[in-house]
Each structure stands twice: as C-alpha cells, then as structure tokens.
C-alpha cells in the first residue's frame, strides 16, 4: 500500500503514514460484483448487466485510488440490483396474473 500523499510504501495496518502524517483511509466499499451476476442470471438481465457494469467501475476506481468514484459506482450498482429486483417480482406477478386468468 502506497501513501495517498507522499506516495511511499507504508504498511497496511497503520492508521497514518510514518513519513507524512497523512491519515490513511480505511473505507470498506462493497462492490456488488456477485450480487450482479447473479442478478443478471436469475433476476433481469438488462438491469443485472447494468449493475454489473457499475460494479466492475467500483473495482477499477479502487484500483486507482479513486475513492469518491469508487462509492458513486457503488450506489449506483446497488440502485440497478434493487431495480432489477423490483423487475423480476413485477415480471412474476405479472406471470402469476396471466397465467390465473388463462385458465379461468
């Protein structure tokens, strides 16, 4: 791990850098990289890649240490998970409606 503001390698179990000072930023940002391709193969695809693309984002801004980015493109994925969620429950209700009134 590389100091955001002096840019020397520091240990990752220090809360700041032993050259600078600097504090170092220990944020947990989830990437919904699973929960995504598991929407896209169980719940709506259109919606799941949406999501998948946001999340692979989330990764790539980590990468780069691009932190606010980072936690952009992870609500943003967590907004297309629920839409495609929310797609897949009206896609079965919808389902269940027509397949009730076919038969009656």
């Known amino acids: 791990m590389f100091c955001r503001n002096c840019g020397k390698e520091i240990n990752e179990t220090l809360n700041k850098c032993p ?3 600097e504090p170092i930023l220990k944020i947990k940002i989830k990437s919904y990289l699973l929960e995504s391709i598991l929407a896209a193969i ?3 695809i ?3 890649l949406i999501a998948l693309y946001y ?3 989330v990764k790539r801004a980590l990468n780069m240490d ?3 980015e980072a936690i952009k493109t992870s609500k943003s994925a967590k907004k297309w998970l629920i839409i495609s969620a929310i797609a897949f429950f ?3 209700l919808l389902l269940i409606v027509s397949l009730f009134y076919s038969n009656v």
């Open 46 to 48: 259109i919606f799941g």
């Open 66 to 68: 691009m932190i606010e």
């Open 55 to 57: 999340s692979i984002k």
């Open 90 to 92: 009206v896609e079965l």
């Open 19 to 21: 050259f600078c000072g």
């Open 42 to 44: 169980v719940c709506n």
